[in-house]
């Protein structure tokens, strides 16, 4: 489910930066959009079970405390409760923005050294059936036809079972999917070609 939360985080990424251009434009909405946005954001990673779901709770709470009068250690003392209260929501943005983009880098790494790894399978796949390729295309059909080889392929069952055991369903299914459109997008280059590229 690596793929899904990516999706999920850069979506909720891109709305924090709206957040921020709030702060900007419209600095008496800031906090409550903030606010707001946390607990939608909450809402919508709740059910993958990442770590970031704990700190959005925890965000919201220590904001909530703020307006309920809460005077945080590292913020000035003299200033109104509504300029405190966008200074802890600024600080509490700028810390979930990075930790949405560092969640994202992670992922992205993963995924791309799963990727180098299922590619090397398919590889070795193909040289055992030179045809793999020919027909594939975009769709399910095909993810499912070459999940099935690699399953089935004595030289490739070791490396079936190691994604089986690190990969959600919809990761490999990801991963498949952009494989399979890379041979798509290199098909003129030839099969073998295309096997080295990706």
Not at 87 to 112: F, G, M, P, R
């Amino acid at each position: 489910m690596q793929c899904i939360l990516r999706e999920k985080l850069l979506k909720q990424g891109l709305r924090l930066s709206e957040i921020s251009t709030i702060y900007r434009t419209d600095s008496s909405r800031f906090v409550e959009s903030y606010f707001q946005w946390l607990d939608e954001a909450e809402k919508d990673l709740s059910g993958l079970r990442s770590p970031i779901g704990i700190l959005l709770q925890s965000e919201k709470t220590s904001l909530t405390a703020v307006m309920d009068g809460y005077l945080p250690s590292n913020v000035q003392e003299g200033k109104s409760i509504r300029k405190i209260q966008k200074t802890v929501a600024a600080q509490s943005l700028e810390k979930i923005s990075q930790e949405i983009y560092t969640k994202i880098a992670t992922i992205d790494n993963t995924l791309e050294q799963l990727s180098e790894k299922m590619c090397h399978a398919i590889a070795v796949l193909a040289s055992k059936e030179p045809n793999v390729y020919d027909h594939l295309d975009a769709s399910q059909q095909s993810i499912d036809m070459l999940w099935g080889k690699l399953g089935k392929t004595p030289e490739t069952i070791p490396m079936f079972n190691y994604f089986c055991a690190k990969l959600a369903v919809t990761d490999t299914h990801y991963l498949l999917l952009d494989i399979i459109q890379k041979v798509i997008g290199n098909r003129s280059g030839g099969a073998h070609k295309v096997a080295h590229r990706i």
